[in-house]
């Protein structure tokens, strides 16, 4: 069998590769270096801090009253930052190798379940849901562990992300099923 190579026009995988290992170097030197934090790159905190940032607004003595909030502090730090320069990375990759696009419905989960963005919205805020309680329990989210994890040689590292690829594929094949070709 004979796979068509696509060209999908985006960054050259090399490139990209080499400037995420550049990041990551840069990254732990300058939160170990300039921040004196002895933990590297992480981000799964951020959203929760990011959902008290927003209850803040809403329900101050609520956070105040919050035990989780009292420890992990609800700001706006360089983690919380970090995740609104992902998005904007991203955009900014994605515009200038032309590969942006707009869209409810990507079209493997039209194939599958239908063109309907409500079903798309709530399976996506479950499947949301899911991913934040597991990285919580694994006191780590896929990028912190596979990046920050494996630059040390985390035994616990390797484990967890071969946990997150292996438990990955297994709910893929479930849910989209077997290629037939």
Known sequence: MRMKKQDSGGWNPYLAGALVGVLAILSAYATTVWLGKTSYLGASTTFVRGAGVIEQQIAPEHVQANEYFVKQKVKVDWQFMLVLGIFAGAFIASCTDKSFKLESVPPTWEKHFGPSVGKRAVWAFLGGIVAMMG??????????HGLSGMMQLSVSAFVALGMFFGVG????????????R
């Open 135 to 144: 990285a919580r329990m694994a006191s780590g989210c896929p990028s912190g």
């Open 169 to 180: 594929i297994i709910v893929a094949a479930f849910i989209y099923g077997r290629r037939s």
